[in-house]
């Protein structure tokens, strides 16, 4: 009974000891439960997780990486697992390399920056730092113990001001950053470049340093009073560079806020615009002035005469425009050459100020056209006063050069407010009508505008749309007249003569399209179908047998100034099988009398190609005689002005006689144009004329016609000289 109770106590005892051993370890599982969970949160509340690295079974415990990936992570999980799952792969390496140097005792602690894989957002920037906390007998590293946080905000924060310093460094205009008393705090190298002044020179220092004297003190005040008030202040500033220098700079000053929202700065950025504003007011010069002359352009014209019309509206006045353009300008400045063309115009600009200086501007639009601008003309007649002083500036020749003087005259149109027109474009197109009409008045001449003008005008305008398109149309064609030796009665040669019959205004002479087209630059291109239709014409001849005829063509002066003529020719020649010495070229006095050596060596590149050339128009010039021998000239062709006149005693028998000995003197083949009579011909026989040319042996014909006409003449020839059986 006694051993019973022993041995029930004895269990009694085993059982409360067992209670109380449970007892002590749930309290201690609680403890420690409540002290994870008091660790959990105050990781949480740091933002940093904790681990334990296990170098003998390469397994990390860790506690608080929850929070760090907003998600599920094991409290235990393999070292390789968790480099190749949790840390990016381009980051591996490094993280692996970072434990191996501490391992290796490199390094006194474990410390990396990687990305770790997170729930929500993909990747966040995690930095580890730790170090070996137990060792084993022989020293070996056991355990690494360490800590993780999310530094993904950090780092953005460092990569944004590092890019943020970057770009100030790299920009081309200069940046400063002052502080609220206005001293610097940073600058970049631009400043430094602009300023001439360097960091350790400036910072610390104020903003008046770069105060220029062309801003009095109030302007500065003002500047650092509007900053202080709103934050933010532009304008164009100069400032005084380190060498006492200025310059004009374009300057962008706003505040700097900082984490409160604060005003803690002020960050300046500058640009020197010294360059551009003298490009702006270059531009502006030349958009107002004329580069060459310094007479006011077409721009500042307008606006002055705008505001002219403005005043005479108002005290019921007028406003008078002169439109000037220099005769046969073109001509001298072709044969002359640009240079001499400018200086001349220069002369011009001098002398038309110097003419109306007491009564209004002068300004040149273009070329040889200049406009006089008469404000509040007292009458008509001080109109025509001025006009007449403008015309005046040109009845003494204008010296080139040492040897050379030009003699021009110009041609005036005039336009009048309110008049003529109400608004400037008005009057000045107004006034251009009415100086063409001065120039078809026989130039050197003054004509005011009228609605008779401006139908003509209109009618020009529309001549010059359908010569555009005529060489498309197919609108022209060649007629050809015959030319006659006086000596042996055969036809020589045959000149090809421009026709066009346009479809919308019928047939236009060549004295109305040929001046036109001239002056558009389209004779060129006509030239140049004149050329392929003459000599293919010629080729076509030459076929039925008439080798020894030849074609005399027309040549303009700016074919012969700007056209290849030469080469032109010598493909034509080439591809029809024509004698070169079958073509002729007509020019006339004026495109090569001149200092001028573009064309005479134009001459001589026609010359040595074997053609024939010939001076068109002979006597009506004003050529020299020494100068004319130097031209590779065969022909002359005396004017028909001077052949009307001949006749039994008639004044001008011994000038035509005269001509003719004086071309056979330098070895020259004289033809007559315009022979209309048999009179005409009897007379130039017995002057010793070589060839005629006129109505009296047959009128431009056609193609077909004159083909048919020189076969006739062919034929009557052969028939005379056929002796009778």
Same mark, same amino acid.
């Given at each position: 009974m006694g051993l019973l109770l022993l041995s029930i106590g004895f269990t009694l005892v085993l059982l409360v000891f067992a209670w109380l051993v449970k007892r002590r370890a749930t309290l201690m599982q609680d403890q420690i439960d409540g002290q994870r969970r008091d660790l959990g949160l105050a990781l949480r509340g740091t933002g940093e997780a904790i681990w334990i690295w296990h170098l003998d079974t390469q397994e990390i415990t860790q506690v608080g990486f929850e929070p760090l990936v907003e998600g599920e992570f094991p409290k235990r999980i393999n070292a390789i697992e968790f480099i190749q799952v949790f840390i990016h792969p381009e980051d591996a390496p490094d993280f692996q390399q970072a434990i191996d140097e501490h391992l290796r005792g490199d390094t006194a602690a474990f410390d990396v920056s990687y990305r770790l894989r997170h729930y929500r957002k993909g990747w966040i920037w995690i930095n580890s730092r730790g170090r070996v906390v137990e060792h084993g007998p022989h020293r070996q590293p056991l355990r690494i113990a360490g800590a993780s946080k999310d530094i993904s905000h950090s780092r953005d924060s460092e990569s944004e001001s590092r890019i943020a310093l970057e770009v100030m460094r790299s920009m081309a205009e200069a940046v400063a950053v002052v502080d609220l008393h206005f001293q610097f705090v940073s600058i970049n190298p631009t400043f430094s470049k602009i300023t001439g002044y360097s960091r350790d020179e400036i910072i610390g220092k104020g903003g008046h340093l770069l105060n220029s004297d062309q801003h009095d003190p109030q302007f500065y005040e003002d500047v650092q009073r509007q900053l202080q008030e709103t934050g933010h202040w532009s304008g164009e500033l100069w400032q005084k560079r380190k060498d006492e220098g200025e310059f004009l700079s374009q300057v962008d000053v706003s505040e700097v806020l900082d984490s409160r929202g604060q005003r803690s700065h002020f960050v300046a950025v500058v640009s020197d615009i010294t360059d551009r504003k003298r490009i702006e007011q270059e531009l502006i010069q030349l958009a107002k002035y004329d580069a060459l002359t310094g007479l006011p352009s077409r721009g500042l014209l307008i606006e002055r005469l705008s505001k002219a019309i403005i005043k005479a509206r108002r005290s019921q006045g007028r406003v008078a425009v002169l439109f000037l353009d220099l005769d046969n300008f073109k001509n001298i400045n072709d044969s002359l050459g640009h240079t001499a063309g400018d200086r001349l115009l220069v002369v011009v600009a001098q002398r038309l100020l110097a003419a109306t200086r007491d009564f209004g501007m002068v300004a040149r639009l273009s070329g040889d056209e200049f406009v006089i601008m008469v404000e509040a003309p007292e009458s008509d007649r001080q109109i025509s006063e001025v006009a007449s002083r403008v015309l005046a500036q040109f009845s003494n020749p204008i010296l080139l050069s040492e040897n050379h003087a030009a003699n021009l005259t110009g041609s005036i149109g005039v336009s009048v407010f309110p008049d003529h027109a109400q608004t400037p474009s008005d009057l000045l197109k107004f006034a251009d009508i009415a100086m063409y009409q001065a120039k078809t008045e026989g130039r050197n001449t003054v004509q005011y505008f009228s609605e008779e003008m401006d139908a003509k005008s209109r009618h020009r305008a529309q001549l010059l749309g359908a010569l555009k398109m005529a060489l498309i149309r197919d609108e022209f064609q060649l007629h050809f007249q015959p030319r006659l030796s006086l000596e042996t009665g055969n036809i020589t040669s045959v000149e090809a003569l421009l026709r066009w019959n346009s479809a919308e205004m019928g047939s236009i002479g060549p004295d109305v399209f040929i001046p036109l087209a001239e002056e558009s630059g389209q004779i060129i291109e006509i030239g140049e179908w004149v050329l392929k239709e003459a000599i293919g014409t010629l080729s076509r001849w030459h076929g039925f047998g008439l080798n020894h005829l030849g074609m005399s063509i027309n040549v303009s002066a700016l074919q012969l100034l700007r056209s290849k003529l030469a080469g032109q020719?010598?493909?034509?020649?080439?591809?029809?099988?024509?004698?070169?010495?079958?073509?002729?070229?007509?020019?006339?006095?004026?495109?090569?009398?001149?200092?001028?050596?573009?064309?005479?060596?134009?001459?001589?590149?026609?010359? *040595?190609?074997?053609?024939?050339?010939?001076? *068109? *128009?002979?006597?009506?010039?004003?050529?020299?005689?020494?100068?004319?021998?130097?031209?590779?000239?065969?022909?002359?062709?005396? *004017?028909?002005?001077?052949?009307?006149?001949?006749?039994?005693?008639a004044n001008d028998n011994m000038l035509v006689e005269t001509i003719i000995a004086l071309g056979h003197s330098l070895g020259m083949v004289m033809i007559a144009e315009g022979v209309e009579s048999e009179q005409h011909l009897q007379m130039l026989k017995q002057f010793g004329c070589d060839e005629i040319q006129g109505y009296w042996l047959s009128r431009p014909l056609p193609a077909e016609q004159c083909l048919a006409f020189i076969q006739e003449h062919e034929q009557r020839r052969r028939t005379l000289s056929t002796p009778a059986a």
């Open positions: 020719i010598s493909i034509l020649i080439e591809k029809y099988a024509i004698p070169e010495y079958c073509i002729e070229l007509e020019i006339t006095e004026s495109m090569v009398l001149s200092q001028n050596s573009q064309p005479l060596s134009n001459l001589w590149a026609l010359k *040595d190609l074997g053609v024939t050339l010939s001076l *068109d *128009d002979f006597g009506t010039g004003y050529s020299s005689l020494s100068y004319l021998k130097q031209l590779p000239i065969d022909t002359l062709k005396i *004017d028909k002005s001077f052949i009307r006149e001949i006749g039994p005693n």
